[in-house]
């Protein structure tokens, strides 16, 4: 079993920056692909990024392709998400996540442990 919490969310002002760190618990870290999902009010939960175990693989949505960059120490049994170029449709509540899979998947589904949340809000 993974625990997940979530730090590094607040409020920047549009074309500011933040890097989100999640802190997980257990010996198993590099067992999991890691993902950083995010929710808006009135919208489903999308993924944002995705690292593979290794950390060698990434994945991105295409809405913040070039400007976020997820990335994994295996050492310390942290994620980041380094957000850049912050736009206020960035503005929701950001997930980290667990899976116990192959490849890097993307739906909300295929993660087993969740991290409680941080709000990121974008001022225009």
């Known amino acids: 079993q993974v625990q997940l919490v979530e730090s590094g969310g607040g409020l920047v002002q549009a074309g500011g920056s933040l890097k989100l760190s999640c802190a997980a618990s257990?010996?198993?870290?590099?067992?999991?692909?890691m993902g950083w999902f995010r929710q808006a009010p009135g919208k489903e939960r999308e993924c944002v990024a995705a690292?593979?175990?290794?950390?060698?693989?990434?994945n991105y949505a295409d809405s913040v392709k070039g400007r976020f960059t997820i990335s994994r120490d295996n050492a310390k049994n942290t994620v980041h998400l380094q957000m850049n170029s912050l736009r206020p449709e960035d503005t929701a509540v950001y997930y980290c996540?667990?899976?116990?899979?192959?490849?890097?998947?993307?739906?909300?589904?295929?993660?087993?442990?969740w991290g409680q949340g941080t709000q990121v809000t974008v001022s225009s």
């Open positions: 690292v593979n175990r290794s950390g060698s693989n990434t």
């Open positions: 996540a667990a899976a116990r899979r192959s490849g890097i998947p993307t739906a909300t589904y295929e993660y087993e442990y």
């Open positions: 257990g010996r198993t870290f590099s067992s999991y692909v």
